[in-house]
């Protein structure tokens, strides 16, 4: 089955996952920090980089992925911090 999961971001620090079919309220919120100023989606579709102005990269990752379906949709991967 196919999601109809959209993302949408501002430098506010959060990244919004929203139901293209209800856009009442999000999915999900991931707070990365820094102000986000890129997102890229992997091939798959189940996991979202996210550049940051001044908190680096973050990887977030759809929790079928992890195995985890309780609580959020969408979890803080990993982080990715050098200079």
């Known amino acids: 089955m196919q999601c109809a999961c959209e993302c949408d971001?501002?430098?506010?620090?959060?990244?919004?996952?929203?139901?293209?079919?209800q856009l009442r309220r999000p999915l999900a919120d991931v707070c990365v920090g820094g102000?986000?100023?890129?997102?890229k989606w992997n091939c798959d579709g189940m996991r979202l980089?996210?550049?940051s102005m001044h908190n680096g990269l973050h990887v977030v990752v759809c929790a079928k992925?992890?195995?985890?379906?309780?609580?959020?949709?969408?979890a803080l991967?990993?982080?990715?911090?050098?200079?």
């Open 65 to 74: 992925v992890l195995g985890n379906l309780i609580g959020r949709c969408f």
């Open 49 to 51: 980089l996210t550049a």
């Open 9 to 21: 971001f501002s430098y506010d620090e959060r990244v919004l996952f929203w139901d293209a079919r």
């Open 35 to 39: 102000g986000v100023w890129r997102l």
């Open 77 to 83: 991967y990993c982080v990715y911090m050098a200079r």
